[in-house]
């Protein structure tokens, strides 16, 4: 146990030595280059002690400023990933490990959104073959989006492959209680787009998983 404890101890005051040590150096070889004008001989004993001490204290206070900004950074880039990890632990369980969001509805003549999208492309492997997203595609959600599955209230998740447009209208049926909120990745898997004959607006629904840790 003592040695771990070591160990860790050598490490902390090893990171904190390296930006304190580059800084002091730097300090140092301006502080040098000072001395080099051999400016001594030609002051009172009285302000060469000023000189020195103020160098001395240069050279401190750049070491603490070196050692301020290395604990600011790691701190905070600490925290940031904390703080990702632990907002995706606390996503809740797909049923089934997948469900359909509703992502937008769009003129299909113009293809523009009418309403949406409701989420933003983050990477993709294909381009081209639909107007806004594909499938393999990893989005984000812009804002937060409920999880359906057709039936869901009395079949479980026996229809997750099943697109909601399938079945016309959404109804209580379908939602499983799971609402993802705004930030969520999430991979593509199947991508549905539905309309009503006599509509030019197009429904855009997506069934998604999400992205392996």
């Given at each position: 146990?003592?040695?771990?404890?070591?160990?860790?101890?050598?490490?902390?005051?090893?990171?904190?030595?390296?930006?304190?040590?580059?800084?002091?150096?730097a300090?140092?070889?301006?502080?040098?280059?000072?001395?080099?004008?051999?400016?001594?001989?030609?002051?009172?004993?009285?302000?060469?002690?000023?000189?020195?001490?103020?160098?001395?204290?240069?050279?401190?206070?750049v070491?603490?400023?070196g050692?301020?900004?290395?604990?600011?950074?790691?701190t905070?880039q600490?925290?940031a990933?904390?703080?990702?990890?632990?907002?995706?632990?606390?996503?809740?369980?797909?049923?089934?490990?997948?469900?359909?969001?509703?992502?937008?509805?769009?003129d299909?003549?113009?293809e523009?959104?009418?309403?949406?999208?409701?989420?933003?492309?983050?990477?993709?492997?294909t381009?081209?073959?639909?107007r806004?997203?594909?499938?393999?595609?990893?989005?984000a959600?812009?804002?937060?989006?409920?999880?359906?599955i057709?039936?869901?209230?009395?079949?479980?998740?026996?229809?997750?492959?099943?697109?909601?447009?399938?079945?016309?209208?959404?109804?209580?049926?379908?939602k499983?209680?799971?609402?993802?909120?705004?930030?969520?990745?999430?991979i593509?898997?199947?991508v549905?787009?539905?309309?009503?004959?006599?509509?030019?607006?197009?429904?855009?629904?997506?069934r998604?998983?999400?992205?392996?840790?």
């Amino acid at each position: 146990m003592s040695s771990v404890i070591d160990l860790d101890m050598l490490k902390a005051f090893g990171q904190i030595a390296a930006p304190a040590g580059i800084a002091i150096g730097a300090f140092l070889y301006l502080g040098r280059d000072i001395v080099a004008r051999n400016i001594f001989p030609t002051l009172t004993r009285q302000h060469a002690y000023h000189v020195i001490i103020a160098l001395a204290f240069m050279a401190w206070t750049v070491a603490l400023a070196g050692i301020g900004a290395w604990t600011y950074v790691s701190t905070h880039q600490g925290r940031a990933g904390e703080d990702s990890r632990e907002s995706k632990s606390n996503l809740p369980p797909l049923p089934g490990d997948t469900g359909w969001i509703f992502a937008g509805y769009f003129d299909i003549a113009k293809e523009v959104f009418i309403e949406g999208p409701y989420v933003s492309v983050q990477s993709t492997v294909t381009r081209g073959h639909r107007r806004f997203v594909e499938v393999g595609d990893t989005v984000a959600l812009k804002v937060a989006r409920d999880v359906h599955i057709v039936d869901y209230k009395r079949q479980g998740a026996a229809q997750k492959l099943v697109p909601p447009i399938t079945k016309g209208i959404i109804d209580e049926y379908d939602k499983t209680g799971v609402r993802l909120p705004a930030g969520t990745e999430l991979i593509v898997r199947d991508v549905s787009e539905g309309k009503w004959p006599d509509s030019p607006n197009g429904a855009l629904w997506l069934r998604v998983v999400y992205v392996p840790k």
